[in-house]
Each structure stands twice: as C-alpha cells, then as structure tokens.
C-alpha cells in the first residue's frame, strides 16, 4: 500500500512558504489534498452502509411479495422517473464539468457549472414532489391512511386497461413496496437536499472568488459526494420504478 | 516487589512551563480545541460521568436482585432500570471509552504527527457524544425507556410507550461521534505517519485501533439506518419491521446485530491494544510474534461481520444458515486465541515487574480468557439454545465487557496517567483498587455462570427463591466491585494536584509517546521523528539513553 | 498514482480528466438509463432483474471510475471503494443465507 513515508521530514521553519489553506499538521498540500479526499471516500463507505441496509430490506420483501412489488411499482409514473434519472445524471455531468472549472481555475465556468447543478437538483425535487403528491392522494402513503384496496379492484386508466386485481392479503403487502419507496427515495431525497445547500454554500464563495487560489478540494470532495448520492439514484429507478413493467 | 520507578530522572524532573495543558488558558479554549489530547480530555470526563451513572444503575439491578420478590422496584422501573444500564454502558461508555479517549491521546503521538487528519472533525464528534449523551439522559428522566439495550421489535415499535423514539435518535447521533473518530483514525494511520513509520514500526495499539476504526466506519451505519427505520415505524407507521404489515422483525435482529457484534469488537479490539502494549513494557520484551499480533486485530476485524446470526438462533433462522454461523463463530476464536498466546509468550522470561497497569492487563488475560471460552459455548448452536436469554449470557458478555474491555481500560489510564497528567498515580493504593476489582468481579459476575446453567433467566426482576444464594454473593461482589472503581475515581483526581512528578518516561518504554515530555506540547514533537527503530526495541532505548548520558556529560 | 515527483507540467496533485471524457461518460450514462427502461418492457423471464441491475452496475461502475476519479487514484482509493463494497456484499449476502434457506428441508 502506501509503505513509505508520507509525511516529509521539514529541515526548514514550518511557516516558510505556507500557504494560507494549508493546516498546521499537515507537511504539505498533496499531503493535505489526499488525505481530505481519502477522509471523504470513507465518509462515502458508511453512506454505502446506511442505504445497504435498506438495499437488504428491498432484496428480502422483494422476492417474498413479489406481486405486490409489481403492483406497487406499476403506480409509479415511468415518465417522471426516467426524466428524474436523466435530470440527475445531467447534474452529476454538471458537477463533474464544475470540478474540472475549478482545476483549470475557470472562474466563471466553475459558478455555472454550480447553478446549473443547482437548479437541476430543485428540477429534481420538484418532479419528486409531484410524485409524491399523487400518492398522497391515492392514499399510498404507509402508516394510518393507507389503503390496499385500489390494488384489490385496479381502476382502468386512461388508455389503458386495468390491472388485474391482487387477492386482498397480498394487496396489503404493497404496503411493505411503499415503505421501502419512501425510505428509499425519502433518504435519498435528504441527502440531495443537504448537497444543495453546500452548493448555495459554494456558489457565494465562488462568487467571491473563493476557488481561484487552488484551495479546491471542497469542491473535489462535494462533487464525489454529488455523484454518490446519484449512484443511489441509479440503483433506485430500475429496482423501483422498473419491476416487470412488460406485465 | 521490584520497580522500575526509580529512575534518575524521577527527582529531579519538573512538570515543563509549556505543555498542552497550559498552552491556552480558559473554558473556551477548552470547548473550541482543535488538539486531539484536549479532545481526549474532554472525553475522558464525559465518559466517566457516564459510567458513573450506568454503574449507579447496575447498583440499583443487583440490590433489587437481592430478594427473589420484586421489591425495591416495580418492574417495570426495573426493566427501565437494566435498559438504561444496558444502553448507557454500551453506546456511551464501552463504544468510545478506549478509542476516544486513550486513542484520541495516543495514535497521533504514537505514528508521529502533529494531530489527527481532522481535528475540527475529532472535535465535532466529541459534541456529538454530548449530544446524544444528553438526549439518553433526557429519555430516561422523562420516563426511561424499557426495551432493553437491543430495541427488539416488536417490543419496541408498538408495545411500549417509553421514549423509544428519543433514546433512538440518542444512540442515531452518538453513533456518528463513533464513525468519525474511526474515520479521523484510519485517514491518520494511513496518511499522517512520520517518515520510517511503516506498517510494521507500529505499535500494536495503533494497528489494534486501525482494525476497531474499520468496524465503526462500517458498521455503525447500518445501525443507524436501522434506528431511523425503527423511528419511522413509530412515528408515521411504515411497515418494514412491522409483521402485521408483511415485514419481518427478524430482519431487524440482523440489521441490529449487523452493526451490534461488530461493536463487540470496536470494544474490545482498543483494549487488546493497550494490552499489548502494556505487557511489553513490564516484561520488557518485544511483544512475541509481532506481525501474527498485528494480523489477527484485522482478522478479527474482518471475521467480525460474518458472525451476528449467532445472536438470533433461537429467533427462528434458517438451521442451516445457523451451521454456517456457528462454524464462522468457531473461526473468532483463533485470532482471539492468537493474541492471548503471543501475550503469554511475551511474558516468558520476560523481567516483569507488577505495577498497576500490569496487574489490571493480567486481570484482563484471566478474565478476557474466561470470556471467550464461555463465548464458544454460545457459539455452539446447541448449548446457545439452552443457555441463551439465561444469566449465562449476562456473566459471558461481562466477563468479556468489563473483565476484558473496563480492565484494559483501567490498565491504559494508569499506564497512560503520567503522560497525559504529568504526575503518578499513588502505586500502592492503585495496587490495592487492582486486586480489589478483581476480586470483586469475580465474585460478581462468577455466580451468575452458575445461575445461567441453572436456568436463571435474564431481564426479570423476581426469581425462585432457591437462586437466591447465589444472587446474594453477586450482589456482595458488585459492592466490593464499586469500591474498586470509586478508589481510582478518588485517587487519581487526588494525584492531578498531590502525585509525583512523572518525568518523561517512567516505565522506560519504547513507544514515540514515551520519548516526548510529559505533559506533551500541544504540537506533540518539536521536530518530526524520523522512525528507524521497531516497535518495542528495548535495545534501541538503552542506546538512546547512553547517547543522552555522553552528551549531557 | 499516489506520489510521482510531479511528472507533468506544475505540482498539480491530481490527474485532471479532461471534459471530453466527461460528455463520452455522460452520454453512456444516458443510453444505459434509455436501455433500462426499454428492457424493462422486453418479457426476458429470469433475465429481466439481472439486465436491469447489471446495467445499474455498468453505469454505477462509469460514475465512479470517470467522475469520481477512481481510475486514476492511488490504489488505497481503489481498496477503500472494493472494501465498501465487499461488506456491503457481506451484509447481503450473510442476512440472504438465512432467508433463502429458511423453507429448506420443511416439506
């Protein structure tokens, strides 16, 4: 691995030719730039825990409900799913574009890049929003109010014609699918919003200049965690929104 | 009894003027800190104050158990009682006792830097813990909390109404204290090492440390995510645990125990560090088969997160996926087995001398063993189902929690007590406390072993009358086992003001820690060593002292 | 690539991937989301999950290795990504081995 020394042995005095970003404890800036990046990937290996654990929850009532499953991801929208997933990645291209304005120390090209990532996340909750809305109404939402009976007797919609019925005990179990969509999506939903409000962060420091110094590895390190939250997204859509759609 | 404290810079040796102690003066200093000794400080008094309170509340289990009627309590205060006791213990005391206090002080030191990779981080975690510690706290005045330690479903999503939800997010955010002072652990191991400090010129106490901090980054989150869909199946009512739903409560037991036998070993893989490192010293040897030492920490590590089904095998589990847990418990044993031996070796022809530190790391190898053996028993699917949910279980995991894990605690903090204070401990009195714990816990823990067999069953608060004898020596034990925890509690606050002057190296031992003054500077090294010598080169010191002689005289 | 004494032009640490390879990624990304919707409505039996989450896999795979830099770090980033995913596959896996086998031998 990385056996030989990290850390260089400093004849001259620490103060000598500092940088103003560089932390005391550190020896040097490649020294601080790599540790920070590793720091964040371990940060991104508990958030692969958190969500795995819902990962095996899904895997589980899956393959036990699996009707319901389908049931379930049948009353998704697959218009508004796949556009999320196009918005999302577009964001992650985005942020990538974002990360390598800021290496290149392309000022301007750095603050676009951010907006535009920006205003493809809120693109992305608001599409959630409406998704979310709907269920709400449809009473799909798990806990007191929710109702199987619209997967008992499938209305016809427009265009198409209905479902066949579920029998009423598995009907209920797509209360299990609703729970894990909404924990799922729910956490991934919280995750974007805290990286949307470290990119309002960012983007009025870079207004005022802040990543033209080449201290940039707030941005090299949100970026990965911008595009963690999207490889959640990208495991998200097919195993919610795409069960057996040829049904 | 021979020692090695009289050393010729022992009387003449001052406290230095400028230290991390004195460097900056104030309580804000204090609460803003950015230095990991401070931070370690700081844990130590809010870890201490909790142990208190979870010891207070194993006081008030064993009186109630003193009587086979429920009398000193009703009992349902007593299963708030044992809960909170359970809880407090292990998220609060055990989880980041050695690591976040000892480990916080000595990994920096120890690979030589100046601090870890992220004290803003270190520090965050430390407010966390208060966090979370407070919100337990807040839980368990406002009506406790009676589920036990492990917030078993269904139990604990509908069928009390204790704060459930309060104690949950208590233990989500004391969680993420732990994951990021594993994190600060590993990017320091990894990426803050002196030039020389490879690998294998680590002590073993950071290596032991680095296998514990994999643990925290990796299983704490499951954890986490499992108390947050626990709350969520309280609080809005989705189903994922819920059976009359369609979910499946044992799903929980697994995700719990996910993250909840791992953290048996973030416990105790810091304490085997200490040890390590304590043995070394007072047999002055090389810790014998070093590398094999170093291996089986991240062995045990790695193992650790095959083995959590054998917490449910009577939970109804597949029989044969029971096999396979049950044979991989077996494999834990052999790194575990690994470092008692090597121990033992180390102590062969060994010159030791029976300090307080050491006496606490034998208590630890007698008791740990102890321990570990009992664990094969509830390892073996077989006998697991006639001792599980018997006393059987509460001596097994104590005798490896606090005969293991509190001994190496104590072990650390007394061996540690001069660097970090600058003073000594009083030696015979510290001696006294050692003996004493031991005794008493013994006396306390062993007859429940006897209890369990007998088919005591954990968690109530009246028994059949013919248990009682065994309960009174228990409960005897456990006040014999107070006196020796308040002891040091009393005499090493005592020694902050009244202790000898420690010089830089009292025990004459070879880590980086030792060769810097004691108490530190706040930047730990005035100038960064450069690592040549191995780990526990006793020869290397004498060297370096000779070198000091000729060129003082 | 962890330390090379900076083998091209200034002290840069990092490799900077250019934005050429970004769009290519972006691209492969969006062509993976079309192939994924489109073989969800394909009838392919057994196949459908393992198509749909093999591809999930691939786009995964782009995202890290071409955004997030992977290819082109040191290999402690690459152990720390497998070592992520070796226990998240641990988790699965273990928690899997009593479900599957649950029903076995109880007909």
Redesign the interface.
Known sequence: ???H??????AEEPHHDHPAHL?????SLE?QN???S??MW??L??????????F??YL??RN??YP?FVAGSHTLSIVLGTVNTGVLITSSFTMAMGVWCAETKRQKGLIVSLVLTLILGFAFLGIKAVEYQEKFELHHV???H?DAMSFVHPKAEAGQPAEPGLPLDMA??T??YF??Y??MTG?HALHMIIGMALLSFMIVKAARGGYSHGNIAFVENFGLYWHFVDIVWIFLFPLLYLISRHQ | MSTILSLPDQSTARIPKRNYLTNENGILSWLLTGDHKRIAILYLISITFFFFIGGALAGLIRLELLTPQSDLMATDTYNKVFSMHGIIMVFLFLVPSVPATLGNFLIPIMV????????K?NLLSWYLYLAGGGLTLWAMITGGVDTGWTFTTPLSTHYVNTNVVTTGLAIFIAGFSS?FTG??F??TI??????????FKMPLFVWSHYAAS?LM??????L???L??VV?ERT?????FDPA????P??FQ??FW?YSHPAVYIMILPGMGVISEVISTFARKRVFGYSAVAFSSVAIAVFG??V??HHMFIMG?????TL??SLLTMLVAVPSAIKIFNWAFTLYKGSITFETPMLYAFGFMGLFTIGGLTGVFLGSSGTDIHLTETYFIVAHFHFVMVGGMLMAFLSGIHFWWPKMTGRMYPEKVSQLAAVITFIGFNFTFFPQFLLGMLGMPRRYAAYPPEFQVLNVFSTAGASILGVGYLLPMIYLVWSLKYGKIAGDNPWQATGLEWQIQSPPLT?NFI??P?VTQDAYDYEWLERQKEHEVTQLG | MSHPVSDHEEAHGPHIVSPKIYLLVFLALLIGTTLTVVASYLELGPWNPIIALGIAVAKATLVVLFFMHIKYSSK?MKLTVV??IF?FL??VG??M??????A??SF
């Open positions: 691995m990385d056996s020394a990290i850390a260089l042995n400093h932390r005391h404890h550190f020896v020294q790599e540790t920070v590793f720091g371990l940060f290996l508990t958030e692969v825990m958190f969500f795995g654990g819902m095996t929850a589980i009532y036990w409900y319901a798990p806990g007191a929710f209920r179990k209360e299990v729970s894990l909404f924990a956490m | 030589g830097a100046k601090d870890l990779a992220f004290p981080i994951i994190l600060n590993i990017v990894h990426r803050m090492r002196a030039p020389g400090m490879t690998w994999i980054v990796l299983g704490t989150p499951v986490a995510i499992t947050v869909l969520l809005i009512g989705i189903g994922i739903k369609g979910g499946d044992i799903l697994h995700l996910f997160f095959f959590w089904e589990v597949s029989n044969y996926s396979v847990f930047q100038e960064i450069v | 402690l070592s992520g226990t641990a988790l273990m928690s081995s009593d479900y599957i086998s649950r076995w031998g």
